[in-house]
C-alpha cells in the first residue's frame, strides 16, 4: 500500500502526513502540494519543510492558470483584504464565504489521483485530504464537507478500477481534535503555517488564523510556530 498526502504546510495536512507515515512508513509516502494562486503562497515552503522533516518526496504543481478568473480574496491577484473573522460570523453576512476558491479540494484530489496513478502503478493507493468538520461548519467550505468527500471518494476509486482511495480522517471532527492527534503523533506543528495573508508572520486575524489559535487553547497550550 502507498499514500499520497495532499499537503499545504498546514496543521491539518501535516497530521495527516504524521497518520499516514505511521501507517505506512515515509518510505511508501509522498505528498502533493498544489499552487493555485494563492496569496499566502509561502505556505509551500513550510510543506517543503514538513516533507523533509518526514524525509519524504515532495511534489508541486501549478494550478495557478485555471483560478485566474476568480475574485476569491485568497488569490494573490485580489486586492481584497482578508476580514478579521471566524467564517461563521462572515457566513452571516454572505453565505460564500471571501476565502471560498472554486471548487478547490475536487480540483486538488482529482490531480493527485491522476498523479499518484502514475507514481505508483498498479499499487493500491490512498490520498489523504487534512478536511474537518469546522471547515464545513455552516456550510463555509462546501468542498469540505463529508457528503462532498464521500462523493470524490466514489469517483476516485470508480475512476481507478478500485485501485485509489481518497481518506479523510477528521472530516467528521474537529480542529481541536486534529490538534490532539497530531500531539500524540508528535507531529511538527512548529514547522507549519495557516495564515492566508502574505505576511512572513501569521496576523493572527484572519479566520485560519483564530481557528489555529483556539485549537491548540482547546488543547491547554501554546502554539508551538509562536514560540
Not at 498544489?34 to 508541486?60: C, P, T, W
Not at 504543481?61 to 476569491?72: G, T
Not at 498498479?122 to 468542498?143: C, K, Q
Amino acid at each position: 500500500m502507498k499514500a499520497v498526502v495532499l499537503l499545504s504546510g498546514g496543521l491539518d495536512s501535516t497530521t495527516c502526513l504524521a497518520l499516514a507515515i505511521k501507517k505506512y512508513g515515509r518510505e511508501n509516502v509522498s505528498t502533493v502540494s498544489i499552487f493555485y494562486g494563492q496569496r499566502h503562497e509561502i505556505e509551500l515552503e513550510h510543506a517543503k519543510k514538513v516533507s523533509a522533516h518526514y524525509d519524504v518526496k515532495n511534489y508541486v504543481f501549478d494550478a495557478a492558470e485555471i483560478m485566474k478568473h476568480s475574485d476569491s480574496a485568497l488569490l494573490n491577484s485580489s486586492e481584497k483584504n482578508l476580514s478579521p473573522t471566524t467564517y461563521g460570523e462572515q457566513v452571516k453576512k454572505n453565505p460564500r464565504v471571501e476565502t471560498y476558491v472554486p471548487f478547490r479540494n475536487g480540483l486538488m484530489i482529482s490531480m493527485a489521483a491522476s498523479f499518484a496513478d502514475g507514481l505508483y502503478p498498479g499499487e493500491d493507493i490512498e490520498i489523504f485530504l487534512g478536511v474537518h468538520r469546522d471547515d464545513s461548519a455552516v456550510n463555509a467550505y462546501p468542498d469540505c464537507s463529508k457528503e462532498f468527500i464521500d462523493a470524490m471518494s466514489s469517483a476516485v476509486s470508480i475512476g481507478t478500477y478500485g485501485k485509489i482511495k481518497l481518506v479523510a480522517p477528521f472530516v467528521g471532527k474537529t480542529k481541536s481534535d486534529v490538534v490532539k492527534a497530531g500531539l500524540e503523533l508528535s507531529a511538527p506543528y512548529e514547522l507549519t503555517r495557516s495564515c492566508y495573508e502574505r505576511t512572513e508572520k501569521p496576523c493572527g486575524k484572519c479566520a485560519t488564523c483564530l481557528d489555529r489559535a483556539k485549537a491548540f487553547a482547546d488543547n491547554g497550550i501554546e502554539d508551538p510556530a509562536l514560540s
